[in-house]
């Protein structure tokens, strides 16, 4: 999808989900073994391959990176949508229809209600295979909370059936 799809660019969207500092907790281990393990072991064995080294975990670390930034979990007033993807053959848009919506639920746990990192779920009333699931997102819980009550107004106002 083009970066005009993107929560930013939308002036009714609201984000009410990113990715947590937990998500990144994998990918800063992979930066100190690679950087710090690796990066060395190459020096001691030659500096072009030192260097090759060094620009590949850069690439990979920088890009995992801002994989996870790109991550948004956001709704307007057609229905809840994630947005995801930084090169442009990843970029993509998917989504959930309020009149399509059954329910937004977390999964609750000791982990997730230290790190405050949750796993969302917003379902679909008529199959799972287009259903959003997304992990580690920074303030779930209240994400969750915001998606239902947004719904139930619009119930209530007769805006969906």
């Known amino acids: 999808m083009e970066e ?3 929560a930013k660019a939308s002036a009714n ?14 990918t800063l281990v992979l930066a100190a073994i690679l950087f710090f393990g690796l990066l060395p072991l190459a020096f001691m064995w030659n ?3 030192a260097g090759v080294v060094f620009v590949v975990s850069a690439s990979l670390i920088g890009y995992r ?3 996870l930034r790109s991550v948004q979990l956001y709704y307007d007033d057609v229905g ?3 947005y995801s993807g930084i090169l442009p053959w990843k970029k993509g848009l998917t989504g959930v229809k309020w009149r399509d919506m059954d329910e937004a639920t977390f999964v609750p746990g000791f982990w997730s209600w230290l790190t405050g990192s949750y796993t969302v779920r917003i379902g679909h009333r008529f ?6 699931v997304l992990t ?13 009550a947004y ?9 969906i059936n």
């Open 65 to 67: 990176l801002l994989l």
């Open 151 to 159: 719904q139930q107004d619009l119930i209530r106002t007769n805006a």
């Open 47 to 49: 500096e072009i391959a």
């Open 4 to 6: 005009d799809n993107s």
């Open 127 to 132: 199959t799972k295979a287009n259903e959003i």
């Open 80 to 82: 809840v949508w994630t």
């Open 13 to 26: 969207a609201h984000v009410v989900g990113v990715k947590s500092w937990i998500a990144y907790f994998g």
């Open 136 to 148: 580690n997102i920074a303030r779930g819980k209240a994400a969750v909370n915001t998606l239902n």
